[in-house]
């Protein structure tokens, strides 16, 4: 609902990527997607921290409300 300034983001991973063929395992994509994970974290923190220190975001809604 950004129109009320709350904003969110939702990511879905097919388990096959970092799971074995049972998906009961970690198979060879965990350490691939573990990286892949951090790598999107630092780089919407990054953009979270540029947001902050431009005052871009005034106005908007805390998550919690």
Not at 20 to 49: E, K, N
Not at 51 to 65: K, N, V
């Amino acid at each position: 609902r950004p129109e009320s300034g709350i904003h969110a983001i939702q990511i879905e991973i097919d388990r096959s990527l970092y799971l074995d063929a049972g998906l009961s395992r970690l198979g060879p994509g965990y350490l691939p997607m573990t990286r892949l994970l951090c790598a999107l974290v630092r780089s919407l923190a990054d953009q979270v921290i540029a947001l902050g220190e431009s005052r871009a975001f005034a106005g908007w809604r805390d998550a919690a409300e």
